[in-house]
């Protein structure tokens, strides 16, 4: 009888394809069959079987990893920083970091809210949102030029995370913003868009959810999207809906803080991709975003706003960015790469 293929221990959960909702029930069945309150961070900080093994065996709370190393590239070449999204989580980076490193570490910041064991978010504004960020940045690369990045809000973030590194001397000689709205044109914002826009972060679309949520009383409208996330096998079964309730509210409070971003100039340029299925006026967030920076580089990408990140698409993000860095003169030394200093690898 043939029984399943071996796993290598000491294979990658994401690379396996793994996500942040498989790492939250992989969590779940560790603490029922261990009887260890593990966090999903415990993949983060160490995403195989052999960390995973360890972190059961000292038996106590993994800590909660804003900062992960996605790939490893040459100690002295300029670090990159993909900042998250509104959903908090940085799977949608693995792709694109897979295709930068090498050449240089590719970091990404995933909100600390998303572990249990952080507090519940409240209101933050951006600038507050990306302090900590900042600190974790000058903690890890001090005195370095340094490169960032984000897609959708995660793009708004670094805007504003580049301001507050410049504001500080720091030198960023890349902002690379992957379909990011521009500060001052959010929507109008009420409890049922922003379900609406976390079903859509979730994974579901359609007329017929929304009109639904429409019809649905709002102190229902969030069972509803579980509901339907779980029947189309989006979420796990077992996933409390406390877990979901908690990605909501982290969620919720990013796409509030951004909508109320203002923003303020930056003393650099910027590169912004923008996908082209979904632009309403072309020329728009390049003029927004252009009022805000020295300059700004645009490169438009054959996709939709979620599938720039996907291949084929996230292919031509990748050569965009590398032709940016060629431009400015950040091509790395061919140093041996070697882990950095406090920084959990994934």
Known sequence: MLGRPAIDPRADFFRLGGD???????MLR???RFGVGLEASALYARPTIDGLAAAIR???PSEATA?????????DAAPLFLVHAAGGGV??????????GGRRRVYALRAPGLSAEAARPAAPTVEALVAPYRALIEQVCPGARLLLGGWSLGGVLAFELARQLARAGRDVPLVALIDSRPPGVAPPLDEGTLVAGFAADLGLDGPTLFADLAATEPSGRLGLVLSRARSSALLPEDVPDEQIQRLYAVYA????AASAYEGARFPGALLLLRATATLADPGEAA??????????EVRDVEADHAGVLRAPAVAAVARAIEARLHDTGLNPSPSAPGPGPGVEHS
């Open 287 to 296: 003029r927004r975003w252009g009022a805000l920076a020295e300059a700004v």
């Open 58 to 60: 000292a038996r106590r």
């Open 253 to 256: 409070a990013h796409v509030r």
């Open 30 to 32: 560790v603490r029922a």
């Open 91 to 100: 799977d949608m980076y693995r792709e694109l970091a897979f295709r930068l």
């Open 20 to 26: 942040s909702l498989s790492a939250m029930r992989m």
């Open 67 to 75: 900062l992960v190393l996605l790939e490893d590239g040459p100690a």
